[in-house]
């Protein structure tokens, strides 16, 4: 062997290593891409759970009237007497002390007084305490109440009172009174022997009031933030608003037993003698305000809900049971997807961010929240569901909430939809252009005119996307509203005019023979140009028979902007840029049958067109068929061009007459604003999971039936 030799073959190996090693290289990083979008999604999959973290038993000879986040030194309301409150808050060595508490773990601020001689309640709206009290003389005064720092404790301030005055005879009748506030209204109920006094007082202008008297035998809960009420009497149940209008009546099946509505006072969770919880949500019926039942959740024999809490920023809702269950739902589905158990009977539940607080009156139990992303459930991602506000059960994606205590819509169906929709339109566009060009090129140019053509088409596939959704959105967009349809109408029987200038091809030449070659392509140029002239003349008239037919499209015409112009726009535009990679691999195929094949064709008396259509396309059938799913996958992919056209909106239709939103834009879209770790982070996660799975799955069965049909006998 000789030196060169030997060198040769060392710098062999060393370019096989460093060949391998960049191959290897290659698939690490794209394991490592893979593990991160699983580990970042894998979260939904765990189950919630509660662990306990401590137990503050409360001061002596007090009881709780307004909770707070006691681990972050907010300073909770205590009833320490008939006629005071004070605020109280942990003490260090409390906070890091995880077993059960004693009062002298607390730090108690000088009381609030008030007269004894009124009727005092002290309720909680919005993590705001009210102190609310009646006068001997049926004064109804109510003021807020709020912590002022003191040198060494918290004290506690009131505002200046609102008042109204109460019909004297009603209020020295009173047995016993309730009181419920809301953004704009308070709600006092008056009970007396012979039934209930309802007023609805503004609380911005005390001076309305709507009053209203009920007999007895009725149970009344007041939804002041919708300015609604619910009365129940035996098996009716009967929805009002504030001024005693009749909204609906509906029977219900056993008595209820149990009733709480939920922040906002949209939702309502009832329960019956036997056991069955059920959601009712309100809706909008042509402006009837009414709750209407969605789900129903059984509980055990005998047992009942004691309290129920929804998380501010997720959809978790926790149920606890007089049987000292604590029960964590899906708040849109119901579906229960985590259980556990108090160490004593809760009367109340507040969430604040991970921690869970379950209290009665002695006592605050102290939960840590776990795996909460797991509330979200495959029916929640995939199913119709009923939300707050709407009259049926929709696929909705609507992860933007305005405020607090808001239910998350995380429907994947209109993403999903929105990316096969623009695929499809796509594919509509792109198939017939990219064949026909690569059918032309590959059988019918000569090799002088495929030189130059083919690089030039290919030239297309590099041209940035966001040029493309650049373009559309600035020109065509614009334009659509007045030619759009002649564009789709000339796009889609394109095909049909190419087919009929290779027919008429022949018949020209045997008039015409002296013409160079390539002629032909200038003279298809021009026709296509005089085609698309007439396809412009031609659809209003079109448009105008079909309305005719139609009702639906006469609507359609006579509105401001015609056939929802951001899907077939972004049908034209990613059909434009998904055609030079389908037309690539097509032309490849085409042109790589043997000529022997042909010849064998043409020596039979076969046709340029039998030819074409019973050796050629069947010949180079596995690898169009590989490019067209190459290129919906490449559809299905594209981000920028539905990012800038489509309008983005998360809508789950397939009519063109709407626009769509799609995976790849929703994650450009929502990724750099999601909180971390949060349920919105790990869900655009899975999506990435799904987008990443659908294009490998599709890439995979072209190649694998692209093989398979090459194996065929059919095809040599």
């Known amino acids: 062997m000789t030196r060169k030799t030997r060198q040769r073959q060392r710098k062999d190996r060393r370019m096989k290593v460093v060949v391998t090693a960049f191959g290897a290289l290659v698939l690490l990083t794209l394991i490592v891409l893979i593990a991160h979008l ?47 409150v004070q605020h109280a808050t942990l003490s260090g060595s409390a906070q890091t002390n995880a077993s059960a508490g004693t009062a002298a773990q607390w730090q108690t601020g000088p009381p609030l007084r008030w007269s004894c001689r009124n009727q005092t309640r002290v309720v909680s709206y919005q993590n705001q305490a009210y102190q609310i009290s009646v006068t001997p003389a049926g004064i109804l005064q109510w003021r807020g109440l709020h912590s002022v720092p003191m040198p060494a404790a918290l004290s506690i301030s009131a505002n200046q009172p609102d008042s109204v005055a109460l019909p004297t005879a009603q209020w020295r009748q009173t047995r016993r009174w309730q009181v419920s506030l809301g953004r704009d209204w308070l709600v006092l109920q008056l009970h007396h022997e012979k039934g209930t006094h309802v007023h609805w007082i503004n609380r911005h202008q005390p001076e309305q009031t709507y009053t209203f008297s009920l007999g007895t035998g009725y149970r009344i809960l007041p939804l002041p933030d919708t300015g609604q009420q619910m009365i129940h009497s035996g098996d009716t149940l009967v929805m009002q608003n504030y001024q005693g209008q009749l909204q609906a009546r509906t029977n219900v099946h056993s008595d209820i037993t149990w009733w709480q509505s939920l922040p906002k006072d949209r939702t309502v969770i009832m329960a019956d003698r036997t056991g069955s919880v059920t959601r009712w949500v309100l809706q909008n019926r042509q402006g009837q305000m009414i709750y209407q039942p969605t789900y129903t959740l059984h509980l055990a024999q005998s047992e009942q809900p004691a309290a129920v809490a929804v998380h501010p920023s997720a959809n978790a809702l926790l149920l606890a049971t007089t049987s000292k269950r604590l029960l964590i739902l899906n708040r849109i589905t119901g579906e229960v997807v985590g259980n556990s158990r108090s160490q004593k009977k809760v009367t109340g539940l507040r969430w604040y961010g991970e921690y869970l607080y379950a209290y009665n009156h002695q006592q605050i139990e102290v939960y840590q929240t776990q795996n909460l992303s797991g509330v979200t459930t495959w029916s929640a991602l995939f199913e119709p569901q009923l939300y707050e506000g709407y009259l049926t059960a929709r696929h909705t994606w609507q992860s933007a909430t305005a405020t607090d205590y808001q239910e998350q819509k995380f429907s994947l169906t209109p993403l999903l939809r929105g990316s096969i929709k623009a695929s499809l339109l796509a594919l509509i566009i792109a198939i017939p252009t990219a064949l026909s060009a690569a059918i032309y090129t590959g059988f019918f140019a000569t090799g002088a005119v495929r030189q130059w053509l083919k690089p030039a088409v290919e030239m297309l596939e590099a041209i940035p996307s966001v040029l493309i959704g650049f373009i559309a959105a600035i020109w065509l967009a614009p334009l659509a509203t007045h030619i759009l349809l002649a564009l789709v109408f000339f796009v889609v029987t394109l095909p049909v005019v190419l087919m009929a200038i290779v027919l008429l091809k022949p018949w020209v030449a045997l008039y015409v023979n002296r013409w160079a070659q390539g002629t032909e392509l200038v003279l298809a140029v021009l026709v296509i140009l005089a085609f698309a002239g007439v396809a412009i003349q031609l659809t209003p008239w079109l448009l105008s028979v079909f309305a005719s037919i139609d009702g639906q499209m006469t609507s359609l015409l ?143 069965l072209a190649e694998l039936l692209r093989q398979r049909l090459r194996k065929a006998p059919r095809h040599g």
């Open 38 to 84: 699983v580990s970042q999604a894998v979260p939904l999959l765990y189950t919630p759970g509660l662990q306990l973290q401590a137990q503050y038993k409360l001061p002596a000879d007090t009881q709780l009237v307004a909770p707070a986040d006691i681990l972050e030194r907010q300073p909770v309301l205590l009833h320490s007497s008939d006629c005071a």
């Open 558 to 700: 006579d509105a401001p902007s015609p056939l929802g112009k951001t899907s077939v726009v972004v049908a034209i535009a990613l059909g434009l840029a998904v055609a030079p990679s389908i037309y690539s691999l097509a032309e490849d195929a085409i042109y790589s049958v043997p000529e022997g094949l042909k010849h064998a064709s043409f020596a039979l008396g076969a046709t340029s067109l039998q030819t074409l259509y019973k050796v050629v396309l069947h010949v180079a059938s596995p690898g169009i068929f590989a490019a067209i799913m190459l290129g919906f996958g490449r559809a299905f992919g594209e981000t920028m061009i539905v990012l800038m056209v489509t309008g983005n909106t998360p809508i789950a239709s397939w009519s063109l007459f709407e626009g769509l939103r799609a995976l790849t834009a929703n994650l450009a879209i929502e990724l750099p604003e999601s909180e971390v770790s949060s349920a919105h982070y790990q869900i655009l996660f899975f999506t990435a999971c799904l987008l990443f799975g659908f294009t490998f799955v599709i890439n995979t």
